[in-house]
């Protein structure tokens, strides 16, 4: 017998790692693409999830974007059914008239599309395809834009979407090892169009930016940047908690929040708190930025006697007898 490539043995370890303990009887679902991840993480998921006494099956969204999708997706599906993957579906989604930009668009309909079909089948989880190269473009990103731990937390290896668990059991291992691992399967993958289009900055970041910074400061970089999420994201998972625990402390009895209260908080914690406030009070999250959080802010450590700070969806909050109200 052939010794197994050890790209292959990589990706194995990883879906082991990622199903081994998963709660739930029903089956997992890969999210393919066709593309290279997604490909090495399905042909994987065939192989180890039966030796856990785990149905697997694979879920390939078409958006119809491109001239010859379906057949993408045809192919993708009848790779998965002659690999022992159950059930298999190709979903057809509309991606026109959402609001956002294309990608955007596109990303809300998969995921739609995806959760929908956990749903039907009684999923334990959907497995996503994410690879630590795309960990370490999400962080260059995050910093790009000045994003605070939370963006530069990256993607989590696990989180729930509408109550059904997205996994992302290959954050740890790299691009070239998926790659190598279809190439070492004999599986040859789609190549997204998408990824090399040098209007997208992630394809820029991938193309240009990451390859410079591996030549400047070596290979580890990549590795070195997932890890600032993975220690990131614990520290975001207990300032948040201690937040929650904070927003309950200064709550004042006749409402609002307590600005005594708020000022003896650690302005990290506090910021944490007005966020979790502003949403409780109807502010949408992803319109809700660090601008809205810093006027809330002010009216606790900046108190001129100022008018009311603006959530996005124009509710006014305002100081009004030590307390911050609505
Ligand atoms: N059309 C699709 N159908 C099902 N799942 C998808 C589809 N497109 C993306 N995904 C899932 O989302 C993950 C991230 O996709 P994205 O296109 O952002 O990254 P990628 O690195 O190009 O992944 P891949 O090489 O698998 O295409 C994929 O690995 C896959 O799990």
Redesign the pocket.
């Known amino acids: 017998m052939a010794p197994l490539a050890p790209p292959v043995a990589a990706v194995r370890l990883a879906v082991r790692r990622a199903l081994a303990g998963l709660p739930g009887a029903g089956p997992v679902l ?10 090495a ?1 399905a042909a994987a998921t065939a192989f180890v999830a039966p030796r856990l006494g785990r149905r697997a099956g694979l ?5 119809g974007l491109q001239p010859g999708s379906a057949e993408r ?1 045809e192919g993708v599906a009848r790779w998965a059914a002659e690999s022992g993957l159950d059930p298999v579906e190709v979903v057809p989604v509309t991606v026109a008239g959402r609001p956002g930009g294309p990608e955007a668009a596109a990303r809300e309909a ?1 995921y739609a599309a ?1 959760v929908a079909a956990a749903r039907r089948h009684d999923a334990a989880g959907v ?5 630590r190269d ?1 960990q370490a473009e999400t962080v260059l990103l995050a910093l790009a834009r000045g994003a605070g731990p939370r963006g530069l937390s990256g993607m989590p290896p696990r989180r729930e979407l509408d109550g059904v668990p997205l996994l992302r059991p290959l954050l740890d291992v790299s ?1 070239d090892d ?1 790659r190598e691992a279809c190439a070492a399967l004999g599986l040859t ?2 190549a ?1 169009p ?2 090399v289009d040098p209007a997208y900055a992630r394809s820029r970041v991938r193309a240009d930016l990451l390859p410079a910074l591996v030549e400047a400061l070596g290979p580890g970089v990549v590795g070195n940047l997932a890890r600032t999420a993975r220690l990131l994201a614990a520290d975001t998972a207990a300032l948040d908690d201690l937040a929650a625990a904070a927003l309950t402390e200064v709550r004042a009895a006749e409402g609002g929040l307590s600005v005594d209260g708020l000022a003896a908080l650690p302005a990290a914690v506090r910021t944490r708190v007005l966020h979790a406030w502003a949403r409780e009070l109807g502010a949408p999250p992803a319109a809700l930025s660090h601008r809205h959080v810093a006027a809330l802010d002010a009216l606790v450590t900046d108190w001129h006697g100022q008018g009311p700070a603006h959530l996005p969806g124009g509710l006014p909050v305002r100081r009004q007898a030590g307390r911050l109200t609505t």
């Open positions: 890969v999210a393919c693409s066709g593309g290279a991840d997604s490909l993480l879920v390939t969204v078409d958006h997706a998969r995806l497995l996503l395809g994410h690879t795309d691009r998926t993958p789609w997204d998408h990824n």
